[in-house]
């Protein structure tokens, strides 16, 4: 009995690490390069990091490429209460 406590204990702990993946899409409202984010026209807040893939009409691109009022398609995980890119497939 005790095994199973712990085996559901632990299962529940590694649950509770793993982040919260979402898509969205919208047009660019804002983009703050030194923040390294963007805001999108319905509020939602995108922030990058170094593993977030941005591409732009399909090419590879940096975040200081990305023009507001550009439609956007995201990829995003939550992590430590951010919502954290993966992913920004940016047309014009």
Same mark, same amino acid.
């Given at each position: ?12 702990? $590694? ?9 969205? /899409? ?15 026209? +319905? ?5 990058? +990091? +170094? ?8 090419? /590879? $691109?940096?975040?200081? +490429?990305?023009? /507001? ?7 995003? /995980? ?15």
């Amino acid at each position: 009995m005790k095994k199973i406590a712990v085996f559901i204990l632990a299962v529940i702990l $590694a649950g509770a690490g793993l982040a919260a993946a979402a898509d969205t /899409e919208g047009k660019i409202q804002s983009v703050d390069p030194m923040g390294k984010q963007i805001v999108l026209d +319905d509020g939602t807040r995108l922030v990058c +990091d +170094d593993s977030t893939q941005i591409t732009i009409e399909g090419k /590879e $691109a940096k975040l200081e +490429d990305l023009k /507001e009022g550009s439609k956007v398609k995201a990829g995003y /995980e939550e992590k430590d209460g951010k919502n954290v890119a993966t992913m920004l497939e940016v047309s014009q």
